[in-house]
C-alpha cells in the first residue's frame, strides 16, 4: 500500500515523461485528480480520464510535448511529504520561477494553484512545483 499517491503520482509522470510515452496511469485519489487538473488548466499536461476498473478507478494521463519533442515539464517537485509537511500562509506564496512555474497548494477550499489562493488570501499545504 502506498502511502503517499501524489507523489506517487508525479513520479509516474516525470519517468514518462523521461522515456518520452504518450500516456501514464495513475492510481486515483480525488487530490491527484485535483492536482491533474491545474496541470491541464496550466497547460502542462494535455489531459486526463477517470477510469474504473471493478471497484478500483485508474486515471489515464496525456503527456504533453513541444514541437521538438521535449516534454513541457521541465521539473515536477514534491514540497510537502508525509514525513515533513510544509505550509504556507497566504502572504509567503510566492511566485515561483519568476511566474514561469506554478506552485500547487491544498487549501481549506480545495486544492489551487498559489496565484488563486493568494488572489482568495488563504495560505495552506504546499503540495508541489511545476515547472
Same mark, same amino acid.
Request: charged share 30%; net charge positive; aromatic share 6%.
Given at each position: 500500500?502506498?502511502? /503517499? =499517491?501524489?507523489? /506517487?503520482?508525479? #513520479? %509516474? ?5 523521461? %522515456?518520452?510515452? &504518450? #500516456?501514464?496511469?495513475? =492510481?486515483?485519489?480525488?487530490?491527484? &485528480?485535483?492536482?491533474?487538473?491545474? =496541470?491541464? +488548466?496550466? +497547460? ?7 477510469? &474504473? /476498473?471493478?471497484?478500483?478507478? @485508474?486515471?489515464? $494521463? ?15 517537485? %514534491? $514540497? ?10 497566504? /502572504? +509567503?506564496?510566492?511566485? @515561483?520561477? *519568476? ?5 500547487? !497548494?491544498? #487549501?481549506?477550499?480545495? $486544492? ?5 489562493? *493568494? ?6 499545504? !504546499? ?5
Amino acid at each position: 500500500m502506498l502511502n /503517499d =499517491l501524489i507523489s /506517487d503520482g508525479l #513520479t %509516474r509522470i516525470r519517468n514518462a515523461a523521461t %522515456r518520452k510515452l &504518450e #500516456t501514464t496511469t495513475l =492510481l486515483y485519489s480525488k487530490s491527484v &485528480e485535483a492536482t491533474l487538473k491545474i =496541470l491541464v +488548466e496550466k +497547460e502542462y499536461i494535455e489531459s486526463y480520464n477517470v477510469v &474504473e /476498473d471493478g471497484n478500483k478507478k @485508474f486515471i489515464n $494521463v496525456v503527456l504533453k510535448y513541444n514541437d521538438k519533442g521535449k516534454s513541457v515539464i521541465n521539473e515536477l517537485k %514534491r $514540497v510537502s511529504k508525509p514525513g515533513r509537511r510544509v505550509y504556507q500562509g497566504s /502572504d +509567503e506564496i510566492r511566485r @515561483f520561477k *519568476n511566474g514561469y512555474g506554478t506552485v500547487i !497548494v491544498s #487549501t481549506s477550499k480545495g $486544492v489551487m494553484s498559489g496565484i488563486e489562493a *493568494n488572489k482568495l488570501g488563504i495560505g495552506g499545504e !504546499v503540495l508541489c512545483t511545476v515547472w
